[in-house]
């Protein structure tokens, strides 16, 4: 029994190939999954997609390197889908210090990132964080603007150390497909210390696909990799950790 929290069925390279990329996930023993949005209109496919089957869920929510032009009609339009019920957090937001290095737009990206913390507290939501090479300033931003119904670290990269002061806050730490890397010292640490009821698992597909499959079109059936190699650093089975971090994901996401 497991639960994908972090899939981009909306992205062309799997939307394209949905029923077969579905029923490979649903082999594979995946009972639940999230899809998330990082613009207006893969917010909107999320949506649908949650609509038409039982078992995907919908975050939408604008990327940081996605928010340049969006206007506030567009703003309003994309969050006015909030009361949808398969629509179970806000996501993915937050910071990219990676792609962009403007100082002016990071401002701008602290502004989005708070402005949907606020939006998300405001409709009882949980979010869905991305951050790449912004750590601290992420840090920052969630203590002075606390999400109240907690969210997800998405695809964590940062220490230990950095995911107790995330846990503190109320959230979970997610990992994926880089904890399966041969070279990934940071990851494989944080999965074997964390705590198992503060632990979600991800492919953030169709991105970062796992050992042995490196170069691949990775897809939610590949999520058995990166539950498979957590539970060898615990030092337990994969049932366990498919178990723990699907009621984990229940628990956040109110599904």
Known sequence: MIFETHCHLNSPELYSDLTNVINKALDAGVKKMLVVGYDYQTSLLAVDLASQYDFIYAAIGFHPTEIDNVSKAEFDKMFSLLSHQKVVAIGEIGLDYYWIKDLAKQQKQKQFFIKQIQLANKFKLPIVVHN????????????????????????????????????????????????????????????AKIPLEKLLVETDSPYLSPHPLRGKRNEPANIVF??????????????????????????LFHV
Do not use: W
């Open 226 to 251: 990166v539950i498979n190699m957590i539970a060898e650093l615990k030092n337990t089975s994969a049932k366990q950790i498919s178990e723990a971090t699907y009621q984990n994901a229940c628990k």
């Open 132 to 191: 790449r090479e912004a750590t601290h300033d992420c840090l920052d931003i969630l203590k002075q603007h606390t999400p109240i119904y907690g969210g997800v670290m998405h695809c964590f990269s940062s220490s230990y150390d950095m995911a107790k002061e995330f846990i503190k806050l109320g959230m979970y730490i997610s990992l994926g497909g880089p904890v399966t890397f041969l070279n990934a010292k940071q990851p494989k640490d944080v999965a």
